[in-house]
């Protein structure tokens, strides 16, 4: 797998931030597999890029499949390329068996689905589905201050030209995506697949917390207003309210001291909040005692507090008629059927504004994903494979 | 007072750390306050500063008189320098008036008295007392991985030649040193000088706590090993702990998480605690029930912890004799006399383990201090520098 090479450091991490030369990069070694398989290669506005085989009927909605190429800071090669790269074989297997449908399929490598570098994430989907602003673009920085909208010009992307991304929901009959599970379900059950019923919501929430920076040693303690030790007591917090729900979680995946030398009292702390959840009446429960907690703490340590939402998916329930269609794929595989829920955040989750949604999970080794230590065996990405063929050959049909 | 505008940044922070370039052009700009005070100047093998006025006994051991010109991070213009010029100052007057006594008096600039830049501090005086290893400059590095050791060659020191800055003992008669409180105290009592007492000791310490990095969303809470979930607790607990003991602080200044993607968990996360009090036996009691927590709190979150102790300074009490000396100067100054202890590090404590030391603390606005809002008025420097001055004549006399 040649791609898994693009962005890799020595200890084996992937790092392949939007619009960068190393997502360039993927994206052109990916536009190439396109061509080898015969497909017509498009990019649009926002940089997701197809690859196309007509249908007999070239009027007919397309069946899209696909995933990302983007990658988090040190990740895996599994995580968005499994699903691309499938794409391409199955629409390949398609060629060489001169099988063609009434409708035509694509298949699509989504522009940033991780948010890794603007703690926001699915910008393709998003802009695909025409839910991407202008203001967006604008307002959501990396950690250098670069806004998208200036990474989509340094990259060769014109911003202003967002609008035309945005995709007829005629043209599109259903979104397909096959993903590596990134958990551990699937291996406690042994099976190499599994059909995704449903994708958790998810909360990114931002934190900014603002004290006194003083002088360690000399400023008693009922004195300070110092913002780490408040952000402390709402990690816990955070940490002791998502314990109590039902498949919920809550990380704190970045945080920033200023000054941060060590003998101050910081100043500023900056930090980062993924709560996800199965229902969304919990993610609104959690997020509102997390809002009273900060307001209670910051007001009791005299420290003030700002919380913005970056990113906000509701969760998604997949379509019936298409896992009943991927159901019946795993069943002609001969393989076992299993149905489970997906802790991560897809494409998918977007593409449900527009269309019919299914996915395809593969078995994913010791549950490791966004961490270089990330895989998964070639035969249950074949498996796996199988699995959208059919699916893809029923729908396109 | 031109030397704080050297390291000074926009907003009024002074960034003065050792062996750059801004230390060293405030130590050529205090070089040559020193000449223009008729004083001998001499430089050490460590950076330190002197200048000396001989006395009618140039075998006579000297009078020291001292403190710092390095900075923390975006500190204040008073902290160090204060004790530096106001010993300039006292010199230059002696030598306005002719005065003479049996003993030389010299003023010092010490090296890295904050220990901002390598986390740990007292350079100067450490080397002076002989008790800074060629070790130490190996071992402590900077935010950018570079040792003591590196630093001083790039800056034109030889760290070979660290022994040389060792003084002999019977060479020196006292140390005395002017400094702002960095507290409330002296501003509560409405007093411009206090006499110091003594000086708290402090520990700082390193913690790396190491998990396991994972994708936020698709790792259960019970099967995570999240280092900063771990750190929450630690700090929190710190925090605790040193409220309920009498004349303690405990600060977490500096906190790195890795990678820092927001939706990955933390696999490894680096703070610095700094813990003081004026009772050696609680900051022993501390440090060792703060041990006991991080073991069991890791062992319970199976995650790795390693605590190193990165600077280690006990409590130490002003010498008698020359707190006496100092009292006398207050009173004849006018002045009401106050006693206060010192809840900041200085380099008295390490010049303690060669002579005998005492200081003198001038009020701080607010109390505030490593902060670009630190201030003290000229009246209550003016007032120090005249109790130094008297001080100064008494000792040398
Ligand atoms: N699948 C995946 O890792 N998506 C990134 C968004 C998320 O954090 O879930
Ligand atoms: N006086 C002063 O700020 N010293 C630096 C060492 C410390 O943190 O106390």
Redesign the interface.
């Known amino acids: 797998m040649h791609l898994g090479k693009i962005g890799r450091n020595e200890a084996g991490g992937i790092t392949r931030l939007s619009f960068t030369p190393e997502e360039k990069e993927a994206k052109a070694f990916v536009a190439d597999l396109m061509e080898q398989a015969s497909l017509a290669v498009d990019e649009d506005a926002m940089g997701n890029l197809f690859g196309r085989r007509e249908g007999r009927n070239p009027q007919a909605p397309a069946v899209l499949i696909g995933s990302h190429v983007d990658s ?4 895996g090669m599994f995580d968005g390329t499994a699903g691309v790269l499938s794409g391409i074989e199955v629409l390949h297997t398609l060629q060489e068996h001169g099988w063609q449908g009434s409708h035509p399929v694509e298949v699509v490598a989504f522009t940033d689905e ?3 570098r603007f ?1 926001t ?1 699915m910008l393709g989907s998003q802009a695909l589905v025409g839910q991407l602003t202008q203001e967006a673009l604008d307002s959501h920085k990396d950690a250098d201050g670069m806004s998208v909208a200036e990474a989509m010009k340094e990259a060769g992307y014109d911003p202003l030209k967002l609008r035309e991304a945005k995709r007829d929901p005629s043209t599109v009959k259903a979104y397909l995506e096959l993903h590596i ?4 379900v699937l291996e406690s059950q042994g099976l190499s697949v599994g059909v995704v019923t449903g994708i ?1 919501g ?1 909360r ?1 929430l931002h934190l900014t917390l603002k004290g ?12 300070r207003r ?1 913002p ?2 408040a ?3 709402v ?2 917090y955070l ?1 002791d309210t ?2 109590g729900e039902a498949d919920t ?7 920033r ?1 200023r ?9 500023e702390v900056e930090l ?1 909040m ?1 709560i ?1 959840s199965l229902s969304r009446a919990t993610l609104d429960k959690v997020e509102q005692a997390l809002r009273q907690f900060i307001d209670d703490i910051c007001q009791e340590r005299k420290v003030h507090c700002a919380l913005d939402v ?1 990113h906000r998916l509701e969760p998604v329930s997949c379509s019936p008629g298409i896992v009943d269609t991927i159901e019946n794929a795993v069943k002609e595989t001969g393989l076992d059927l299993f149905h489970l829920a ?4 897809h494409d998918a989750m977007v593409m449900a504004r527009m269309t019919d949604v299914g996915m395809i999970f593969v078995r994913s080794k010791d ?5 270089p230590k990330e895989w998964t065996e070639k035969d249950d990405l074949g498996d796996g494979a199988d699995v959208l063929l059919k699916t893809v050959t029923a729908l396109a049909r």
Not at 249 to 255: C, H, K, N, P, R
């Open positions: 988090v800071v040190n990740g991780e948010g890794a703690s994430g599970e990134q958990g551990k958790v998810l990114w006194e920076a003083g002088h360690a040693g000399t400023t008693p303690m009922k004195l110092d780490l030790a952000a402390s007591v990690m816990a940490e998502v314990k979680v809550g990380t704190v995946g970045q945080l001291v000054p941060g030398g060590i003998n101050i009292i910081p100043g980062t993924d996800r970056l997906s802790g991560a955040g549950g490791v994903s966004h961490n």
